[in-house]
């Protein structure tokens, strides 16, 4: 929800900003490196050349073009790194059947059609011919490489053999649907009210979605669909699919692809995010029509509805299924994604999220050996989309370089995707007796309650009209309870070493003007109300139990929900008391002048609102509405403006709001846009023409340079898996693993998990169960009674083994022939 997420003052702030001081001990802090230059380049190929040539020091993308991978592996100029979080997939237009208004047919308005695709696409030729073995076949919303896929493995295997690819029924099915829209095949090919059916494919061409649209095209065609295919880089498609209502039926499939910036190790989410109306505020997801089933079982899961593990686990099978019927969108492939960057300088990447999904990019990005200098980096696309922080972009060419410009209060680990602390001492978490939750780290104690009760002062909701919060008293007289307590401790000295990039400094304000808008813009009598915003509020406050501030200086708060997941340090809620959005930072001074250009009707926040409205979106950085903000700013400076003053003057005085106005105008003049973090980068320039982001290190960042320089090379593991080839029915059989870090045995004490799937020669699941550990190596026995369940054929025995150190799991598997018993 909240993730929630005059000249004279310029020259001082100027100052503040590019001055590089050090702390008293001769520590640099802040970033390693002066400024960092972003300029697009679209081509892995030719980023590869600039890099070797000397003209770039990183591309923040990666490739999976087998060419282009071996160059970088083979170069001596060049380093690189494999992440495991990018996907293709196809995203499908959901309106129809027909389009409003016209006679043309959208057959992909049909679950069953969508369906039927997954039989169609053969993923194994994408991965290995297309991507030269670069890809990983994938049918489902969950990640491969992530923890959920190892828990739901025997799941997620059984229905990856039920859509494996059977062009024959695709065919039939996708025949059976189209006839009964009203479609005849005529000289095979389809027509529909007397015209052709044709397809508009939107097709990427930065990578390999070019080569999968072509075939995805030449599929269609096969079928009897006449196929445009329309090709484009981001900037060029982007308006399209996701910023244009799709009743437009300007489209019918794009070529997709999505990337997980951190090892996300609960992926129950994501149900509700890709399949319902309440993922995003775009025209597209407001278009997604699940079933009723699907759309109550992707609720409960995005809320945590359930209770115990083996509940999830039911909830997460069933929710897999539907989402194959569903298919609004084809999981393609995963990407064994591969980063590269000049020899001499050093970064830490992340396994899911590479270099452009890493957060810790900006705290350890360096030149070897020294301080300072300037870094270039090549990005696929420059501000393809406005940036604001309440409802911009969400493209990572964006987020890549926005993120550098805001601080968090805890950053996952790279390695795991647990939290690390940042800005906060500790965190106490309280969880109701009978939850299966455990926690890793010692800044987080964890205990078990038989009750928690959420405090009759706490805040749960917000009254509009009055301006005013509303108490847990006021609106559950009766009481209330929650599953779940988070008591965050920040640091002690927050408030006084934490600065904007323009001068001021961090204030409870500033947490405290994105709780009203939590609630402000799902209110319908409210200038600021966002009917796209309105299913995510819903189902934020299904599970919403309340907060309180328990001590403002040092700041202490309490968050009550009924929302858990199995990792204490993913329920902190350390991220709903601080001043970022779901879209980049956010002081309650730059988001007040957002918030009274969107009152007064002259644009909005989302792409939603702004299409609704006829009004233009929000950009804080560049474009038209940098003029509307220059007045609402000059508005607010001659009346002083305070936002939701009768609920705010308490934390914002006259004195604070009179300094913020004024620097901020400075930094306008300055800086020209009105893009303001805390991050270790400030956004220094932006050319959308010159198609060039240039972010500069903020001198007053209040960390020592080596803070985040800890982290070495995943300890990721590898197995193989040796045993008979040949097993007699009714026998028991014996079968080793070796389980190898860098060739080494793994330690066993590291490992959280090894077990097995057995399937038999019709690909059904016979058998599942853990390996024991044998010395150095593990074992697999499968005893008489399993044996006895096989038919003569060939099976497969599949492992799965999941580290400690690392949230990646490591697959392996032998196969053997079943033997008639005697």
Do not use: C
Request: hydrophobic share 40%.
């Amino acid at each position: 929800m909240r993730r929630m997420r005059t000249v004279a003052l310029w020259v001082l702030v100027a100052l503040v900003a590019s001055s590089v001081p050090a702390t008293a001990q001769g520590q640099r802090v802040g970033a390693w490196v002066d400024a960092v230059v972003a300029v697009e380049e679209p081509s892995d190929a030719a980023a590869v050349r600039r890099l070797e040539a000397g003209d770039l020091h990183a591309w923040f993308s990666s490739t999976a073009n087998p060419e282009v991978a071996n160059r970088v592996r083979g170069s001596r100029a060049l380093r690189s790194v494999v992440s495991l979080g990018q996907v293709n997939e196809l995203t499908f237009n959901p309106v129809g059947p027909v389009f409003p208004g016209t006679d043309r047919l959208n057959p992909f308005a049909v679950p069953r059609i969508r369906e039927a695709m997954n039989w169609l696409v053969d993923r194994r030729h994408i991965s290995q011919e297309i991507m030269g073995g670069l890809g990983v076949p994938r049918w489902l919303p969950i990640n491969t490489a992530f923890p959920d896929y190892a828990r739901l493995a025997d799941v997620a295997r059984r229905l990856e053999i039920r859509y494996r690819h059977d062009p024959d029924r695709a065919r039939s099915v996708i025949t059976e649907e189209m006839q009964k829209l009203g479609a005849t095949l005529v000289g095979g090919r389809w027509q529909f009210r007397g015209r052709p059916v044709t397809l508009t494919l939107l097709i990427r061409v930065e990578d390999e979605r070019r080569q999968i649209g072509d075939y995805v095209a030449g599929l269609l065609e096969g079928l009897g669909f006449s196929v445009e295919r329309r090709y484009g880089r981001a900037a060029d498609l982007n308006p399209l699919w996701i910023v244009q209502d799709p009743a437009e039926g300007r489209w019918h499939v794009y070529t997709g692809g999505w990337i997980s910036t951190v090892i996300d190790r609960d992926q129950a989410d994501n149900f509700d995010f890709f399949y319902t109306k309440r993922g995003l505020a775009r025209p597209l997801w407001q278009a997604y029509r699940p079933s009723p089933e699907f759309d109550r079982l992707a609720d409960r899961l995005n809320r945590r509805d359930f209770r115990t593990l083996q509940e999830r686990n039911r909830l997460m099978a069933r929710a897999l299924e539907l989402a194959l019927q569903d298919s609004v969108r084809l999981w393609l492939v995963e990407r064994q994604s591969v980063w590269p960057w000049r020899e001499e300088l050093e970064l830490v990447g992340d396994l899911a999220g590479g270099l452009s999904g890493s957060l810790l990019w900006p705290y350890t990005v360096r030149f070897r050996g020294r301080a300072g200098g300037v870094v270039r980096v090549g990005v696929p696309s420059i501000l393809p989309e406005p940036w604001n922080p309440i409802g911009g972009s969400n493209w990572i060419f964006d987020t890549t370089l926005y993120r550098a410009t805001q601080d968090y209060p805890l950053i996952p680990n790279p390695h795991t995707g647990l939290p690390e602390r940042q800005r906060v001492e500790r965190v106490e978490v309280t969880v109701k007796q009978g939850l299966p939750v455990t926690k890793s780290s010692e800044w987080v104690s964890l205990r078990f309650s038989p009750t928690v009760r959420v405090p009759e002062d706490a805040i749960i909701g917000w009254d509009s009209r009055q301006q005013r919060f509303v108490t847990v008293r006021e609106k559950h007289p009766q009481g209330l309870e929650a599953l779940v307590k988070s008591t965050v401790y920040f640091d002690r000295d927050l408030f006084r070493k934490v600065q904007w990039h323009d001068g001021n400094r961090l204030s409870l304000g500033d947490i405290l003007l994105g709780w009203i808008l939590t609630f402000e813009r799902a209110d319908e009598n409210s200038p600021l109300f966002d009917r796209s915003y309105v299913p995510t509020f819903q189902s934020f406050m299904e599970t919403f139990r309340g907060f309180r501030i328990v001590s403002e200086d040092p700041l202490v708060a309490e968050f009550y929900t009924t929302s858990w997941t199995m990792d204490a340090e993913l329920m902190t809620a350390a991220g709903s008391f601080w001043p970022v959005y779901g879209f980049g930072p956010g002081p309650w001074h730059t988001v007040a002048l957002g918030v009274r250009a969107e009152a007064a009707g002259r644009a909005a926040f989302t792409a939603a609102k702004a299409t609704e409205k006829k009004v233009e979106r929000l950009n804080y950085v560049a474009g038209p509405t940098l003029s509307i903000l220059d007045r609402e700013l000059e508005a607010a400076r001659a009346e002083n403006y305070i936002p939701f003053e009768r609920a705010l003057d308490r934390w914002i005085k006259p004195q604070e709001a009179r300094q913020r106005w004024q620097l901020l105008s400075a930094w306008r003049q300055g800086r020209g846009h009105y893009w303001v973090g805390m991050g270790p980068f400030l956004l220094h320039r932006v050319s959308p023409v010159e198609k060039i982001v240039e972010l500069r290190r903020f001198g007053r960042f209040p960390d020592p340079a080596t803070k985040w320089l800890r982290f070495g090379e995943p300890r990721l593991a590898s197995v193989t898996v040796s045993g008979p080839r040949q097993v007699q029915v009714g026998a028991e059989a014996a079968f080793e693993l070796r389980i190898t870090e860098g060739g080494r045995p793994y330690p066993s004490q590291d490992l959280q998990e090894v077990k097995y799937l057995l399937f038999d020669a019709r690909n059904e699941l016979v058998a599942q169960g853990r390996a024991q550990p044998a010395g150095q190596e593990w074992r697999v026995v499968l005893g008489r009674e399993v044996t006895s369940r096989l038919r003569p054929g060939s099976n497969r025995l599949e492992v799965v083994v999941v580290s400690k150190a690392v949230s990646v799991p490591a697959f392996g598997s032998a196969t053997f022939t079943s033997l008639p018993g005697r």
